[in-house]
């Protein structure tokens, strides 16, 4: 069986690993590949979804059986893959497939854990018209960006909130109404809360 390693074996450059294999034959190639956890001797990984094009261009799409196996046809020339499963780190490499044979890949796990997602925070917004003592205003369109740049869209409900949740520091909002100014302002979201903000009618 072959194996794809990581530095001993292949050179690795921003995730992308590449090996050389011997010269290329005509016939179709079916590659058998067994993805591990962690390491090469780490357990087999269901649902591992395989993504990618074979030497002669077509796209292919695979998953890891419930022994952690999946099989690619394709034509020969250098293949490209993506390696992906929920809570773990996306495995791209290419690889020269010239004969069809079996081989193995490993999956790390996401450094986003359990505690990342707890450290999350909600703003609980409520949009107001004319000044915080007005009117509730529903469909109120709220874009931005938490405090990681991570970009969101929500609208206000039929009560005039919203609710909106992301990482914690300082955040950007554009808010958007028919007939009103667009306000932009910054908020520094540290907590889960409830915060407010008044639209003006449009001139």
Do not use: R
Request: with cysteine; net charge negative; charged share 20%.
């Amino acid at each position: 069986m072959k194996v794809w390693y990581y530095l001993t074996a292949m050179l690795m450059l921003s995730g992308m690993m590449c090996m050389i294999s011997p010269a290329s034959s005509q016939e179709p190639v079916a590659l058998t590949i067994y993805v591990h956890e962690g390491d090469l001797d780490g357990a087999l990984l269901t649902g591992v979804t395989i993504t990618g094009q074979d030497g002669n261009g077509n796209e292919f799409v695979q998953a890891t059986d419930s022994s952690g196996v999946a099989v690619v046809q394709g034509e020969p020339g250098v293949w490209q893959f993506a390696f992906q499963k929920d809570g773990y780190d996306i495995l791209i490499l290419k690889y020269n497939a010239t004969q069809t044979e079996e081989t193995a890949a490993y999956l790390i796990k996401s450094d986003t854990t359990e505690s990342d997602t707890k450290d999350l925070v909600t703003l609980t917004i409520y949009v107001h018209d004319g000044d915080l003592n007005g009117d509730l205003l529903s469909d109120v369109q709220i874009k931005g960006q938490d405090g990681n740049g991570n970009e969101f869209v929500q609208t206000t409900d039929a009560s005039g909130l919203a609710a909106v949740q992301g990482e914690p520091g300082v955040w950007q909002f554009a808010f958007q109404k028919d007939g009103y100014d667009i306000l932009i302002l910054k908020y520094n979201a540290t907590q889960t809360e409830e915060t407010a903000a008044y639209l003006e009618k449009a001139a």
